[in-house]
């Protein structure tokens, strides 16, 4: 035996997993090379069992639980989306049918005198939303408050 | 539930018996207390395996935090074939991998010729410096390993990680992991009496 054979079974003496015949022991009972690599892996296999294992922080599991709410929350939003956008182009289908049916069945006919509208838009209108301008900022404001709300439910992800 | 050869339901062991098959029909509901039994159960060996892999200790935070969360994605789509463990820790390794490409395409055979020639270690006589300086040194040399090796030294040598579960999460046979597990060890040999020297 020379240091070629007994090389590849130097991390097994190391851990006890291979014992050498006598002619393996003579071999390195004479050898300078493979008794230092011997020790070598003694060392390895010494440092290796008395590794310090790393322990995970003491917040660990909850923010892992806070990653796991918002990936389920950004799924649900996807979903929310998606069911949104279908009951819209739903909603969108059912008034073109009725309103292509009514087309249809004669029932529904527009007609319009643009200039006349634009003239009457200065005169009438004009008027009417000077009177009606207390209303028309509660609306907007309502309007707004609600949004603002929606808007906050559906980016905080506790919700 | 399996069923024994008489077709009666085998009988499972608490580790990855009954309880665990309960745990994770818990966490397919949506049951978060199930879920954080999970992480709590197996937070130390993916921390443990990651914090080993990767020098930065928040990315090696982070990188255990993503296990958890692929594993929570996943848990609808586990079957059941392998133990629990065994998935987590195949999760785990491919993370690593995905974290250090470079190193999971390495070949678990591959030897650098310059490797093929160690030579000796300096002789020291101060026991305690040289202990130091083994102990970096095989830090850094592990961290230079395939993931596959690094998954194998670092798993092998952390407690309740058996032969088995490597074996599993490596996709290798099992009598295979003994000896992938002394070529690892070889090769760190053989880069802490070269690179690392």
Aim: net charge negative.
């Amino acid at each position: 035996m020379d240091c070629d054979d007994l090389e590849p079974l130097i991390e097994g003496l190391a851990d006890g997993a291979v014992a050498l015949d006598a002619r393996g022991l003579a071999h390195l009972g004479s050898c300078a090379v493979c008794q230092a690599r011997v020790e070598q892996a003694r060392d390895i296999e010494r440092f290796l069992a008395s590794r310090e294992v790393p322990s995970p922080p003491a917040a660990f599991t909850a923010g892992v639980m806070a990653l796991v709410r918002h990936d389920r929350w950004q799924a649900e939003r996807v979903v929310d989306l998606g069911f949104n956008l279908a009951m819209a182009a739903g909603a969108l289908v059912i008034l073109a049918g009725i309103g292509g049916f009514a087309w249809s069945l004669g029932f529904l006919s527009v007609t319009i005198d643009f200039t006349a509208a634009i003239e009457a838009a200065r005169t009438e209108l004009g008027g009417r939303l000077v009177s009606q301008v207390q209303t028309i900022v509660m609306a907007a404001v309502l309007l707004t408050m609600a949004l603002a709300l929606w808007w906050w439910t559906e980016t905080d992800s506790s919700f | 539930m399996r069923a024994t050869e008489t077709g009666a339901p085998a009988t499972r062991t608490p580790r990855g018996g009954v309880a665990e098959h309960e745990l994770i029909e818990r966490c397919r509901q949506g049951d978060e207390t199930a879920f954080r039994e999970l992480v709590d159960q197996f937070k130390g060996l993916v921390f443990a395996l990651t914090a080993r892999s990767v020098p930065n200790r928040a990315r090696a935070e982070e990188l255990a935090q993503d296990v958890f969360l692929k594993v929570h994605r996943g848990l609808p789509y586990f079957r059941g074939d392998a133990r629990l463990s065994t998935w987590i820790y195949r999760i785990t390794v491919n993370v690593l991998s995905q974290e250090r490409p470079e190193l999971a395409a390495v070949s678990l055979d591959e030897i650098k010729p310059g490797e093929a020639e160690p030579r000796l270690k300096p002789v020291t006589h101060d026991r305690a410096f040289a202990d130091l300086a083994l102990k970096d040194r095989l830090d850094k040399a592990i961290q230079r390993l395939p993931i596959h090796y690094q998954v194998l030294v670092n798993g092998h040598y952390l407690k309740g990680l058996q032969y088995e579960e490597l074996a599993e999460a490596l996709n290798l046979p099992m009598g295979t992991v003994k000896t992938h597990l002394h070529r690892a060890k070889r090769q760190l040999r053989h880069l802490l009496e070269t690179e690392f020297r």
